[in-house]
């Protein structure tokens, strides 16, 4: 007998009626099938993805029950060979890993996943050689704001990445050593970081590591509550950044581009968290002057009401081109004379300045391969857009551009001409 326990995998069982009406049909004509070949097992994975596998190949290493949540038992087979075959099985049908909020399709990367974690924007480590370094554990988010810069979100037809936490810290450590003094690490992803099952812990573990000052991260509070602030709050080098577009109920939730968007919930937790936490929080609106102008002055009085004020962060809406963009937005010079009129009239700082976000130059991290270079990489999977793939090349991952990815392209060996190399965030070309 062997007992399988997995912290981010949980597993639940069910029927696959489509088969079953496909089988059902068969034995009309005189076949019969069993119970088993109509169901499957759900595996999901960090919470926010999973696959599904016939349970006829789970039977397939030994008869098996579903003891919790997250064990499975398998009754006629050893320990050794039951993880060495239910692991082989994963792999498998984790080429199917999809996420659960839009079904859209999801790359698990994890240590032996041989995907490094420098190269993309989305996922991973972003380091732009200064003191502020980026990490993106998924993409994905649970609204649908009529602004976002990067289309993501419940509407989202892009693929999906979600990294192994243990992974993460790892490589995340490596680049501290390498830039050898103090740094902010931003959880700053394209999606709502708190839909990563881990966040709690990876959040609790870079706060031990010496030569990071401070961790901030951005959210849209919609997946927070008291308890979950009562455990972040022990990070005292932890910043929350929350985004709040408007507090009228209707518009908020026209912007936040979903119905089940609370505005009172998020009021109520930015006042909860601004008084347990030991550093400021930062509250960001995004103006978009056609859709929250006079909302902004509401959100201020807000603010100002808080019995620990909250920093003021006003943003000013940019249009870009893969993002969604309900208007032209304004000049920043149009944005700041706005600015200073509400400094005027509210006496509250509004214009934050890069000073207050203490960033400095540091060490260049090196660049395996430059712009216009030729290099054979191994392609790997999807990229986020279609017609995309990520192949890998000397501990970087690329984003190979007009090369739709196909699961027997797997590992294939391509001739990429480096079209971007900017940040070590690499593109390329198929030749
Ligand atoms: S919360 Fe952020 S990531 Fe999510 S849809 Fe809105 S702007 Fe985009």
Same mark, same amino acid.
């Given at each position: ?191 709502? =970081? ?187 999977? =999807? ?49």
């Amino acid at each position: 007998m062997a007992k399988l326990s997995f912290k981010t995998l949980s597993f639940e069982e069910h029927k696959n009626s489509d088969k079953r009406r496909e089988l059902e049909r068969k034995t009309g004509k005189g076949l019969q099938f069993k119970e088993s070949q109509v169901k499957e097992l759900q595996v999901n994975l960090l919470r926010l993805f999973y696959t599904m596998i016939p349970f006829e190949e789970v039977e397939k290493i030994s008869p098996f029950k579903i003891i919790d949540a997250h064990t499975i038992e398998f009754i006629d087979i050893n320990q050794e060979k039951a993880e060495k075959k239910f692991s082989f099985l994963l792999a498998k049908y984790f080429a199917n890993l999809k996420n659960k909020l839009t079904d859209n399709p999801a790359t698990y990367i994890h240590q032996n996943s041989e995907i490094p974690l420098i190269g993309n924007v989305s996922f991973g480590i972003v380091y732009r050689n200064s003191s502020i370094i980026e990490i993106k554990p998924i993409t994905s988010c649970n609204l649908d704001c009529v602004y976002c810069s990067i289309s993501e979100g419940l509407s989202s037809k892009k693929h999906d990445f979600v990294v192994e936490k243990d992974y993460l810290i790892e490589e995340l450590k490596k680049l501290i050593s390498f830039v050898d003094e103090k740094v902010e690490v931003h959880i700053g992803m394209q999606g709502e =970081p708190f839909l990563y099952a881990d966040i709690e812990e990876l959040i609790a573990e870079i706060e031990t590591m010496e030569n990071v000052h401070s961790i901030s991260i951005d959210t849209n509070g919609t997946l927070l509550n008291k308890k979950i602030i009562d455990n972040l709050a022990k990070n005292k080098k932890l910043h929350i950044n929350f985004s709040l577009d408007s507090l009228d109920k209707k518009k908020a939730r026209l912007i936040a581009g979903t119905k089940g968007y609370d505005v009172n919930q998020i009021k109520e937790i930015i006042s909860y968290a601004s008084e347990k936490f030991r550093r400021e929080i930062i509250v960001a609106p995004v103006f978009v002057e056609e859709l929250n102008k006079e909302d902004i002055e509401d959100i201020i009085i807000f603010v100002k009401s808080l019995k620990k004020q909250p920093i003021l962060g006003i943003q000013n809406f940019l249009r870009y081109k893969t993002g969604r963009n309900p208007s032209k937005g304004i000049s920043f010079e149009k944005f700041y004379a706005w600015l200073e009129e509400l400094e005027k009239k509210y006496n509250i700082k509004l214009k934050l300045n890069k000073e207050f976000f203490n960033v400095r130059k540091t060490k260049l991290l090196p660049k395996p391969f430059q712009e216009e270079e030729v290099i054979t990489a191994a392609l790997k999977c =999807p990229d986020r857009f279609p017609n995309t793939s990520i192949a890998v090349a000397q501990e970087r991952n690329i984003s190979v551009l007009g090369c739709p990815f196909k699961s027997e392209k797997n590992e294939k060996k391509v001739k990429i001409k480096i079209i971007r190399d900017k940040h070590n965030i690499f593109a390329g070309k198929l030749l």
